[in-house]
């Protein structure tokens, strides 16, 4: 089997998806051909329409935005939806020449790629419903994102307890508003002494919390450095409002660091409420700090809430899981 995956680099987390799927494809002699484009033509996919597949091409994977670009006479085409910007539910947390582009030209795109594509997956229950609920039959087939748990793992030795010490929080992201960065100072300035926050600029935002007294940034971090921050970091702090599945969540619970999180979109798909994490009401500041205390007041909860995210990972969101489920789709093609 040939598997060609065409995409256009987004600086997001379907790019950091697309580099893991192909290199698990590849661990499973699967012949896989990973070919990246510009940024720009995102939002003209339609030029790609004339790029040759790789001779011998037996499948194609593509993303939702570009699929139909990709669609070519005799080979089967699947498409992902990774964040599925259509949602009602993302209105209030882009620009105003994001919602045009989305409400035109990107439900052009995705209203093309549903047509032609042989079968679409969402990555996560609430994904697959936000599309289903805009675009209508057929509903995409749910393929939970995957992450290595066999790189992000705990220190080997035990975190060092929180008390007598500033408990360590971490924020991985893109400073938007959609992610929840204009809730991080709030939240900061309502915990007070004791707490401090650690953070990544993410992939294409510059830093807005230079100005905050209890936070460093840790800049943009390589693979091996966003694993050591996950590791170092008590809690995990994710305001998110709007997540198609939180790869982000997964890596920080593989690592034995438990999650705050937003209770909206995906995140209850992948934090457990007071077993891998907490819960809170989006936009809530005052539930965030609270939690967040009530943990770190509980070293010995805290430790076995770190545990259990770090088996809870393993058990359901492993990438070789995640592999062998796209394999079984394109052999079934």
Not at 60 to 85: C, D, M, Q, Y
Request: proline share 6%.
């Amino acid at each position: 089997m040939k598997v060609w995956l065409p995409y256009t680099r987004g600086g997001s987390g379907s790019d950091v998806f697309t580099r893991m799927l192909v290199d698990g494809l590849r661990r499973r002699d699967i012949d896989t051909v990973e070919q990246p484009f510009a940024h720009r033509l995102q939002y003209a996919p339609w030029l790609l329409g004339r790029v040759p597949p790789p001779p011998g091409t037996d499948l194609t994977l593509a993303n939702s935005w570009n699929g139909f670009a990709f669609k070519r006479s005799g080979i089967p085409l699947v498409t992902i939806e990774h964040l599925f910007v259509l949602d009602p539910a993302l209105s209030a947390y882009r620009s105003f020449a994001q919602g045009v582009f989305h409400k035109t030209l990107v439900a052009h795109f995705e209203r093309a790629s549903q047509r032609v594509s042989d079968v679409q997956v969402a990555v996560s229950r609430y994904t697959a419903d936000a599309h289903h609920r805009v675009l209508g039959d057929p509903r995409p087939q749910v393929i939970l994102n995957g992450i290595d748990t066999t790189f992000f793992t705990p220190h080997d030795q035990p975190k060092p307890t929180v008390s007598g010490r500033a408990v360590r929080l971490l924020f991985v992201g893109n400073l938007t508003h959609r992610k929840g960065v204009d809730m991080i100072a709030p939240i900061m300035q309502a915990l007070g002494d004791g707490f401090e926050l650690r953070y990544a600029v993410g992939l294409r935002t510059t830093d807005a919390l230079a100005s905050l007294p209890n936070a460093t940034s840790l800049g943009r971090l390589d693979h091996d450095q966003v694993r050591n921050a996950y590791r170092d970091a008590d809690l995990l702090l994710f305001p998110t409002r709007l997540e198609g599945l939180p790869l982000v969540a997964m890596e920080a619970m593989a690592c034995g660091t438990p999650v705050i999180a937003s209770n909206s979109s995906s995140l209850p798909e992948v934090i457990r409420d007071g077993v891998t994490g907490r819960l809170c009401a989006q936009d809530d500041t005052a539930a965030f700090a609270n939690a967040i205390r009530e943990l770190c007041a509980d070293p010995e909860n805290l430790r076995r809430m770190g545990e259990a995210a770090r088996e809870d990972a393993v058990a359901r969101f492993d990438l070789e899981r995640m592999v062998g489920e796209y394999v079984d789709l394109f052999e079934s093609l």
